[in-house]
């Protein structure tokens, strides 16, 4: 018996690194695996499992969003097995600042609850959250990794139809993402500096946004690396209008908290490393593309580390603090989603997934 308390208490220091899950999906059978995949946040009657059109037989996983999706959706514990642990839980995030076009919508502040005008939401007057079209799924807590630990991310998705959705308006639409679950906020000194921008902060609700986001703004695909309430475009489809210098800080980051700076350029330290090329993408819009991640997260001396390749070919590597604060006696997960998310449009489109592979590394 004595022999059994050390065993006992490496585990416990081992803790979930050892215990998350490897994840090797292709979709193989025309169902939902819900040991895997958590569907509280996507309306099931807009999954299906089609073959692929190579002639294997093979099936790929469907998501589609259209007019008929609207406002976010609350998560409960029903989506894991009656035998695992309650999962993780999140009220979600305000989509933020746009790259590419001027924000999406006139913002109005009524006592002390933030409004959106969107042309495309039937909502009248509404609130930000109802603007929005949320059709994710979310690995569950067996799988869900830890923060700081080292793991590689594999998606082989395509979307669909081939025009990409709206590319005339500001349109935000979050493809994939990567939460830091639970977390805290980072004290942010341009924010506390300002008496009058501190007062506003201390009005709204703070909220994590990803740490990591697979995004089309504006129609252009492009990905976002966040450290603290500074979100910063580290790669894109659109390279050329970027200056992106090796071995330095991303040249655009916006405020994500509080919403009065949204739209304003934030300082960040994160630094970007890449060879040959800037890290530019292609954008899988009516094409099959294989993005891969190998993420650690981390703030303080240590710091974070985001790796990206497209289709093979190394894009970005992204060093420094990366993401939010540690929750005491609460180790943060990896929170992995993808899907749609975006602002509210009357399109009916798709992402095809072919393969999603998550890894400790």
């Known amino acids: ?3 059994l308390f050390p065993l006992l208490s490496l585990l416990f220091l081992i803790g979930s690194a050892a215990l998350a899950k490897d994840l090797h999906e292709e979709f193989a059978e025309d169902r939902l695996d819900k040991a895997r995949w958590c569907s509280c946040q996507l309306n099931e009657q807009l999954l299906d499992f089609p073959r692929k059109d190579d002639q294997s037989g093979d099936h790929l996983a469907r998501i589609t969003v259209d007019r008929t999706v609207l406002g976010k959706k609350a998560c409960d514990t ?3 097995a009656p035998e695992l642990e309650p999962m993780l839980l999140s009220e979600g995030d305000r989509l933020g600042p746009s790259f590419i076009i001027e924000a999406p919508a006139a913002m109005m502040v009524e006592g002390g609850v933030v409004k959106m005008k ?3 939401c039937p909502v009248e007057d509404p609130k930000d959250e109802e603007c929005i079209q949320r059709q ?3 690995v569950t807590k067996p799988y869900q990794q830890p923060f700081r630990q080292a793991v590689e991310y594999t998606i082989r998705f395509r979307m669909m139809p081939e025009t990409g959705g709206n590319k005339r308006d500001p349109i935000r639409w979050v493809t994939a993402q990567w939460k830091q ?3 805290k906020q980072v004290f942010n000194s341009d924010i506390h500096k300002d008496e009058s921008l501190k007062a506003v902060a201390a009005g709204e609700k703070w909220q994590a946004s990803p740490f990591l986001a697979q995004r089309f703004d504006g129609g252009v695909f492009h990905l976002t690396v966040q450290a603290g309430d500074c979100r910063c475009i580290v790669a894109s489809a659109d390279g050329k209008k970027y200056d992106w210098k090796n071995e330095e800080a991303p040249p655009d980051c916006r ?3 509080p919403l009065s700076l949204e739209d304003r350029e934030c300082k960040s330290s994160l630094i970007l490393e890449f060879t040959g090329e800037k890290p530019r993408l292609e954008s ?5 593309t294989e993005m891969k991640y190998r993420i650690k997260g981390g ?3 240590q710091g974070g580390r985001i790796e990206v390749w497209q289709d093979g070919k190394p894009i970005v590597k992204v060093t420094g603090p990366i993401g939010y604060g540690d929750v005491t006696d609460d180790p943060p997960q990896q929170k992995f989603k993808f899907g749609h998310y975006r602002d509210v449009m009357n399109t009916t489109d798709m992402i095809d997934i072919d393969r999603v592979d998550v890894v400790a590394k």
């Open 78 to 80: 029903s989506c894991a």
């Open 136 to 138: 994710e799924l979310r």
């Open 118 to 120: 969107n042309p495309y």
């Open 1 to 3: 018996m004595r022999a």
């Open 181 to 183: 679950e639970p977390a």
């Open 255 to 257: 405020f994500t908290f």
């Open 284 to 288: 899988p819009t009516g094409f099959w």
């Open 299 to 301: 703030q303080g001396s």
